[in-house]
């Protein structure tokens, strides 16, 4: 047996926050079924050295300044469809989510979201006002599920999508962390070399008499540039950087990238199957609704 902290709502819409022991979280959703309650969250109390998990204040202040993820939206489309499943109106849920939700910024947004449902707006139009949290794709698949009476199949549906996508990301960047790190220590020894090391060799080669060597004018020459305009230099790739991001914003831009991407050896194949699965999965979801609609 093990100890689970469970989050749950009532059929009034409160939060009911708490320990339960059980052998795993299907025994725990069904303690709080058994208690007219429905279950929100459910997540390990214990660590694994057996003491209780306590709120970590660090990350209770640092979710202030830390931006929405692609994890909090994932755990925002479980919840909803898990309160929705369980026969909520949607107000409601989005009430409730407000309360469970733990970064600030989130929560601002919900509120908002829930305002502007409450004000007649349908939620897919709410959606849409955050174009950064919830992309296009989110939006046009909660507008055909809304459509087709499914909605809690496509939320269910986007949140796999969401995780999925999740662990892809973790997966590279954890892949990614040895060679970055042995990039940056390169180019930091390369600097150190242009800047402290190669200069020196002038003085020597001065000291013996001889010519100096074409290869070693073009180093010192490169030295000179970098030792004598750095700043200029660190300005232009600031520039060309914020640049790039605004252009892949454009439709334009990212048309272009996107074609790029798909000519690509190895990337190219791997997006192709990525969307492919993705246009499949949002297919077999307006199936279930025993209609298609357009996505617009």
Not at 103 to 127: H, M, N, T, W
Not at 200 to 217: A, W
Not at 286 to 296: H, S, V
């Amino acid at each position: 047996m093990q100890i689970f902290k469970y989050k749950a709502a009532n059929r009034d819409g409160e939060i009911v926050k708490g320990l339960l022991e059980a052998a795993d979280k299907d025994g725990v959703a069904a303690m709080l079924q058994e208690k007219e309650l429905i279950p929100i969250r459910i997540s390990p109390g214990r660590s694994e050295d057996g003491n209780i998990l306590e709120i970590n204040l660090g990350e209770k202040i640092s979710s202030i300044f830390i931006g929405i993820s692609t994890k909090d939206v994932m755990l925002f489309t479980k919840d909803l469809s898990t309160l929705l499943e369980s026969g909520l109106p949607l107000d409601r849920a989005l009430s409730i989510l407000i309360d469970v939700t733990e970064k600030i910024r989130f929560k601002e947004v919900i509120k908002d979201i829930l305002k502007s449902v409450q004000g007649g707006s349908y939620l897919p139009d709410a959606l849409a006002r955050y174009p950064r949290i919830f992309p296009g794709f989110y939006v046009n698949m909660v507008r055909a599920g809304e459509a087709g009476g499914v909605l809690e199949a496509v939320l269910v549906r986007l949140a796999v999508f969401l995780e999925n996508s999740q662990e892809l990301k973790d997966y590279i960047k954890s892949s990614l962390v040895y060679p970055v790190f042995l990039l940056f220590v390169g180019g930091i020894s390369i600097i150190i070399l242009l800047t402290f090391v190669i200069p020196k060799f002038s003085i020597i080669f001065s000291d013996m008499g001889q010519t100096i060597p074409l290869s070693t004018r073009f180093l010192l020459g490169l030295s000179g540039i970098l030792k004598n305009y750095w700043w200029l230099i660190t300005a232009a790739l600031v520039f060309l950087y914020v640049l790039f991001v605004r252009y892949q914003r454009t439709p334009s831009g990212r048309l272009k990238l996107d074609t790029h991407k798909i000519s690509m050896p190895i990337v190219g194949k791997l997006t192709q199957k990525i969307e492919t699965a993705r246009f499949a999965r949002t297919m077999g979801t307006l199936m279930n609704g025993k209609k298609i609609y357009q996505l617009t």
